[in-house]
């Protein structure tokens, strides 16, 4: 089974399409979450910990999702059976982080200035490495049905 690469700018989704894959019985690992980024600088994966976790389910044979969106994880690109880059219009983004409540980021004025100039810089940049793309404007039974595809999984609508 496949190994997928979940990327994309701040509000576009990752972390709720982890959450209800997880949910759905996927392996899901969030890599904003937890020790899997080296924040002392530019944000980086700690590639001892990502090349370990792609090795144990290249090994195991299960699907496993993993998000993030760091400098240097096209590192790893070749170890992804999918990479896919989840996308919405920057109006929509800006709505989504200024409503969520499990992520402070976004709040301020300079956060959300932040998020317009990454999307202008950083997104096409993901947009040119990415093997799929998905708009996340559309309702999130279809993204996930997507994403189950990708890892060759059946439909999730009937247990989301």
């Known amino acids: 089974m496949a190994v997928v690469l979940?990327?994309?700018?701040?509000?576009t989704g990752k972390s709720t399409?982890?959450?209800?894959l997880a949910h759905n019985g996927y392996r899901?690992?969030?890599?904003?979450?937890?020790?899997?980024?080296?924040r002392t600088g530019e944000p980086m994966w700690r590639e001892d910990r990502i090349d370990e976790l792609?090795?144990?389910?290249e090994r195991s044979g299960e699907p496993l999702f993993i998000a993030g969106t760091v400098a240097n994880q096209g590192a790893f690109y070749a170890?992804?059976?999918?990479?896919?880059?989840?996308?919405?219009?920057?109006?929509?983004?800006?709505?989504r982080v200024a409503s969520r409540t499990g992520n402070p980021f976004g709040k301020t004025a300079e956060e959300r200035n932040r998020i317009i100039?990454?999307?202008?810089?950083i997104e096409p940049l993901l947009r040119e490495s990415a093997t799929?793309?998905?708009?996340?404007?559309?309702?999130?039974?279809a993204?996930?049905?997507?994403?189950?595809?990708?890892?060759?999984?059946?439909?999730l609508r009937s247990s989301t």
Do not use: K, N, Y
């Open 132 to 141: 799929v793309e998905i708009d996340t404007r559309q309702p999130l039974d």
């Open 6 to 11: 979940v990327t994309g700018m701040s509000g």
């Open 143 to 155: 993204v996930l049905d997507q994403l189950a595809a990708l890892a060759g999984a059946p439909d």
């Open 28 to 38: 899901t690992v969030d890599t904003d979450q937890g020790d899997w980024i080296d």
């Open 79 to 95: 170890r992804f059976a999918e990479i896919v880059l989840l996308s919405a219009p920057i109006d929509i983004v800006l709505e």
């Open 117 to 121: 100039a990454d999307t202008r810089e």
């Open 54 to 57: 792609i090795a144990q389910h």
């Open 17 to 20: 399409v982890l959450t209800l």
